[in-house]
Each structure stands twice: as C-alpha cells, then as structure tokens.
C-alpha cells in the first residue's frame, strides 16, 4: 500500500492500466495530427498561392514584352546627314544652300542672296593672311571669304599655307563687307571650304 500523501491507495488493477496507457497514447497522437479540415485548408491555400503566382508572371512577361517595344522606339534612327543646323554659325540665319553659283551670279543678283545661305564656286585670288580671309574673282568683281571662324584650325591652317591654283568651293551666308577699302563688293561668312 502506498502512504506517500497520507491516503490509502490500492494497487490499480493491471487491465485498468493498460487501458489509461492505451488512452493516453490516443490523446497523444491525437493531439499531434492535424484534422483534416486543415488539411484541405492548406491544399485551398497552395492553388491560389499558385494561382496567383502565374498570373504575375502573365503580368511581367507583358511588362517586359512592354519595356523592349518602347526601348526599340526610343532608339534613335542613324542620320543620313548632319543637318544644316549643326553646321552653322552663331548669329547666322537658318536656311538651306542654293544650288552652287558662281562668283559672277552671286555678284550680279547680290541683293537677291544677302543675308542669305549660298554655295559659290570660283577661282581663288590673294589669301590676306592677317584677316583670315581669302578673295574669290571674277570680271564683275571680288568676293571675300572669311575663313577665321571655321571649325576646323587645320584647314584654316592649311589654306594660309597652301597656294590655291584651282577652283574653290565657300559655303556661308552672304553679307556687305565693312568700308575698309578692300575692293571687294560682298563678304561670306564660310562655313565649309572646298578645295
């Protein structure tokens, strides 16, 4: 008999035990398996964790299909030729050069093409070095070519340097030269010189 807490207590008889064991271990394991509710709970839960993930990845494949057409439309188109623009001077009018004129057509219409963009052709006469200029003549008359302004030094450079002994081809704006005495009846700005 055991006295422990100051009760009697009779031995349980063994099939009594057997079975609060056997209870014991079904309340256990009953406690540690989900129901099946929550079972079904979870599989719910995954589709439409799935179902949602496929439809953002619908969503972002759209956006990058998206992103790339508007890349290819921000992509600049190469330039068949620099535009006039970008060739001119500051302070100079905008406008398209005229088919190419000779020192004597540009001397005889030159209140028709002053202030305007020409392209003149003509046999080079004396380089004034010191004005960065050169003369173009013609039996009407000169035309003088400003070439300081050009932007490139080396072929400013090279045209002080090298005799000219063929046709030169100027493309500026045409304007009245200062009274200086020159004897030139126009002035072009170049803007580009062949020669």
């Known amino acids: 008999m055991n006295t ?5 207590l009779l031995p349980a008889p063994p099939g009594r035990r057997r079975v609060a064991a056997l209870l014991l271990s079904l309340l256990w394991l ?10 079904e709970d979870l599989r719910q839960e995954i589709q439409g964790l799935k179902a949602q993930l496929t439809a953002l990845q619908e969503k972002l494949n759209q956006v990058q299909t998206d992103q790339q057409v508007i890349l290819a439309l921000l992509k600049p188109s ?5 535009p006039a623009e970008s060739l001119m001077m500051p302070g100079q009018p905008p406008g398209p050069a005229p088919a190419c004129l000779t020192v004597s057509q540009l001397l ?3 209140d028709r093409y002053l202030g ?6 003509g046999m080079p006469g004396p380089v004034m070095v010191h004005h960065k200029s050169l003369l173009l003549k013609s039996p009407q008359g000169m035309l003088e070519v400003l070439f300081g302004n050009l932007p490139d030094p080396k ?6 340097s090298t005799p000219l002994d063929r046709a030169v081809t100027v493309t500026g704006v045409v304007n009245l030269p200062p009274p200086r005495g020159g004897g030139a009846q126009l002035q072009i700005n170049a803007e580009a010189i062949e020669f």
């Open 30 to 39: 009953s406690a540690c398996s989900p129901a099946p509710q929550a079972h």
């Open 155 to 160: 072929l400013v450079q090279s045209l002080t």
């Open 78 to 82: 190469p330039p068949a030729a620099p």
């Open 4 to 8: 422990a807490s100051g009760r009697l």
């Open 116 to 121: 305007t963009r020409v392209t003149v052709k």
């Open 108 to 110: 005889t219409s030159k």
